[in-house]
């Protein structure tokens, strides 16, 4: 629901959706099921491609972001006034070792001697 956000004009495919949070298609499809059964994301035919679809965030969606997001991005914002201003450094220093290492790993992941595509599909190369 995050990556479709408040904003109505936000339209994915689910291929995007499934690579930006790292999941298979399969999975993401079960996904999207979910959220459209509950309404928060409806699906519609892409218009350039009708073989593809398109996932839109509904307005029950967008008003429960708009509930939940300030007070979570309030306790989010609100972590670091517990640490000192070392802390604070070591964490940030960690943080990036730790996402560099998460790139790497995709990278290397989606490589065509993984045997995986983007999506994290498998693949057969000649």
């Keep these: ?73 309030r306790i989010i914002a609100s972590v670091p006034s517990n640490l000192s201003t070392e802390e604070q450094t070591e964490f940030l220093r960690l943080t990036a070792k730790i996402k560099a290492g998460l790139v790497a790993e995709k990278k290397a992941a989606h490589s065509p001697a993984s045997g995986h595509d983007a999506s994290g599909n498998t693949v057969a190369y000649a």
Excluded: H, W
């Excluded at 930006?20 to 994301?41: C, F, H, K, P, S």
């Excluded at 892409?46 to 939940?68: A, F, G, N, W, Y």
């Design 1 to 73: 629901m995050l990556l479709l956000g408040i904003d109505e004009s936000i339209v994915r495919k689910p291929s995007e959706l499934a690579e930006m949070i790292g999941v298979t298609r399969a999975t993401m499809t079960g996904l999207l099921d979910t959220l459209e059964r509950d309404n928060y994301v409806g699906r519609t035919l892409d218009p350039t491609d009708r073989r593809s679809m398109r996932v839109v965030s509904t307005p029950e969606c967008r008003e429960l972001l708009k509930q939940v997001l300030p007070g979570y991005f």
